[in-house]
């Protein structure tokens, strides 16, 4: 009976040390998404609280005790020369993370389903692209489009748009379809269906969460983009971002209310975008990690 009593505090004490690591495992990770949260989200909110603080209040000691105001945001949706700079965003952002999907995925399909020499050397080569700041390009991309005549246009931002995102995608979807039952593929090429068929009716369905996660990066991508549009618009296709700028350049000094008002307006689509296909975008993103 000693032996058996022994054996089950012995049991126990297992247990015991089994659960306390559990919990300690727990709160550990619990802390860490914590700091996670506190260092990625507590600068957007003193972003959101900085734009609603009275003006009296913007130098003094730091406060949350005070009496919000909107009228900053008020000013800035009665401000007449905001309406086309955001459809030219919407629009070039738009159609510029289609036409990166399309090309990309194409690519991205080619690079999976067919073998060809250099093949390796060649995807690197497309994907060394994204790795060029985006300043040691502007002239040349400036002396081009104005060799184009496409200089102020939101076709010139459609097509550095596409152009920048294309290597996105094909990485995306690359690592996607590579998770993706090879034997479908097979089946249907020794039924006699040709490549293009194979890619609308099989692949193209279950590749749906990793297009729809290139998607939704390259417009996030193309919609926070200043530099190119601040260098080749002026007028006519310049974009939010753009124009929000021009709202404050002709203050002398910085206006902290009206910048982080301009800051969380260009900031509430992007989140909002990003709360409706969240599902998606995480589905898309761990389903080859998930897979593999």
Do not use: C
């Amino acid at each position: 009976m000693s032996a058996v009593a022994a054996n089950k505090a012995t049991t126990a004490s297992r247990r015991s040390r089994i659960r306390w690591k559990a919990r300690a495992r727990g709160a550990g990770l619990a802390a860490g998404v914590i700091a996670v949260l506190l260092w990625t989200l507590l600068p957007l909110f003193y972003l959101v609280v900085v734009s609603v603080k009275p003006e009296d209040m913007m130098l003094g000691p730091p406060s949350l005790a005070f009496h919000p105001t909107l009228a900053r945001y008020q000013e800035l949706l009665q401000w007449d020369q905001l309406g086309q700079p955001m459809w030219n965003s919407v629009a070039s952002s738009g159609l510029g993370t289609l036409g990166a999907v399309i090309l990309g995925g194409m690519a991205a399909l080619a690079f999976t389903l067919m073998n060809f020499r250099g093949k390796s050397a060649l995807f690197f080569v497309v994907l060394l692209t994204r790795m060029f700041p985006a300043v040691t390009t502007v002239i040349p991309i400036y002396l081009i489009v104005r060799m184009l005549g496409l200089l102020d246009s939101v076709t010139a931002l459609v097509l550095l748009f596409i152009g920048f995102q294309i290597p996105l995608v094909m990485w995306i979807l690359s690592t996607y379809l590579q998770t993706l039952p090879k034997e479908l593929v097979e089946a249907a090429s020794l039924d006699g269906a040709s490549l293009p068929v194979i890619a609308v009716r099989i692949i193209l369905p279950l590749a749906a969460p990793g297009l729809l996660s290139a998607a939704i990066l390259s417009f996030i991508f193309n919609w926070n983009e200043f530099l190119f549009p601040l260098v080749l618009t002026s007028f006519d296709a310049k974009t939010g971002a753009v124009a929000m700028m021009n709202y404050l350049e002709s203050e002398k000094n910085v206006l902290w209310g009206p910048l982080s008002t301009v800051g969380v307006a260009m900031t509430i689509p992007v989140v909002l975008f990003m709360v409706l296909l969240r599902r998606h975008l995480v589905r898309g993103l761990t389903a080859g990690m998930l897979k593999g």
